[in-house]
């Protein structure tokens, strides 16, 4: 069975702090994906990562960087946490190219607050 | 730039009733993927189909249909005879060719009453 794995289900973070969210894929995927969820907006692509230390910024990367410097596991960082970073974070796992199986697979997502 | 719309922002019917989410799509690129999720109250994103540009046929599976009509860039969502069950967000997106990066819709809340 195919797992994406976020390190936490809830997180609460002061303002200013610097935030690791872990993600691992035991599916030998390349392509990972952070996500962010907020009411009325659906998902927005955060960062893209293709390989292991290649990355792309998505549409909001603004106050984000992530790290993969495995293949099975990507890390999303907020360098200074704020406020406005309270959201749901999900992040998701696929295989490259034209494969038969092209769509994401999702972890449980991690809510965060930011105090 | 790619682009998927879900001009339903929430939608309520009653039990039994049949219901059609709609989704819009734009690319550039010629070939393409197209997908639907579900996001239940409990948050995970479940995976219901995936439709690559190729491929019309329109598919049926239970209770769930779904409509893709390149002419129009849309694959609509049909629930046939709903379900308490089936109330969730419900989310389409798509994935190009030219990087695999996957775009979302902004999701439909789909609301069935008893």
């Known amino acids: 069975d195919v797992k994406v794995t976020q390190s936490s289900r809830y997180l609460v973070k002061r303002t200013g702090e610097k935030v690791f969210l872990e993600c691992v894929q035991d599916?030998?995927?390349?392509?990972m994906f952070w996500y962010r969820q907020d009411p009325g907006l659906g998902l927005r692509l955060i960062y893209f990562s293709y390989d292991v230390k290649m990355k792309e910024k998505g549409d909001i990367p603004e106050g984000y960087s992530v790290s993969r410097e495995k293949k099975e596991r990507f890390s999303l960082i907020l360098e200074s946490a704020s406020t406005n970073q309270t959201s749901m974070y999900l992040c998701?796992?696929?295989?490259?190219?034209?494969?038969?199986?092209?769509?994401?697979?999702f972890g449980q997502g991690t809510r965060l607050t930011v105090v | 730039a790619q682009k998927v719309t879900q001009a339903q922002t929430e939608i309520s019917v009653v039990e039994k009733e049949d219901v059609t989410l709609d989704c819009v799509y734009e690319?550039?690129?010629?070939?393409?993927?197209l997908f639907w999720y579900k996001q239940p109250p409990s948050g995970e994103l479940v995976f219901l189909i995936r439709?690559?540009?190729?491929?019309?046929q329109n598919e049926i599976s239970g209770r769930y249909s779904w409509n893709f009509q390149k002419s129009t860039s849309s694959f609509n969502f049909t629930i046939t005879a709903s379900q308490v069950v089936d109330s969730a967000v419900y989310f389409c997106a798509l994935r190009g060719n030219r990087d695999d990066k996957i775009i979302f819709g902004k999701g439909t809340r789909l609301h069935i009453l008893p």
């Open positions: 998701a796992s696929s295989v490259p190219g034209q494969a038969v199986f092209t769509e994401a697979f």
């Open positions: 439709r690559n540009s190729f491929d019309e």
């Open positions: 690319t550039r690129d010629t070939t393409y993927y």
């Open positions: 599916m030998d995927h390349e392509n």
